[in-house]
């Protein structure tokens, strides 16, 4: 099983989370809390999450999702989701997450999207 992997780079004063892998229940979903834990404590608070090469996320991985986007609001800042395959879009539209994130198929248009 294909443990989750995190690379990171900014776009401007974005920081793009790109994930291949799984969010699953364990490493997955803990390697992503922390890493959202870590931008926020480094004050990065503009955070969009690249999904286009995660093949598959648990309940787990959706309630970090949620948490990491949780997190975020509080501290001001915002999460949003890039290039969601079909079907972490039907997960999400299937648990109505859908309309809580803010979710984009274009790099330019989410990055620009940041206020």
Do not use: C, H, P, W
């Amino acid at each position: 099983m294909a443990e989750l992997n995190i690379s990171e780079r900014q776009a401007g004063d974005v920081t793009v989370l790109d994930l291949s892998g799984k969010i699953t229940i364990g490493e997955g979903s803990v390697s992503l809390r922390s890493a959202i834990r870590r931008l926020i404590d480094e004050g990065k608070k503009k955070i969009l999450l690249n999904l286009a090469d995660v093949g598959y996320v648990d309940s787990s991985g959706i309630g970090e999702l949620v948490s990491s986007y949780t997190t975020i609001g509080r501290e001001g800042g915002q999460l949003k989701l890039l290039n969601l395959t079909q079907k972490i879009q039907d997960l999400l539209a299937i648990t109505k997450l859908l309309t809580v994130f803010d979710v984009y198929e274009d790099e330019a248009t989410a990055l620009n999207s940041f206020k």
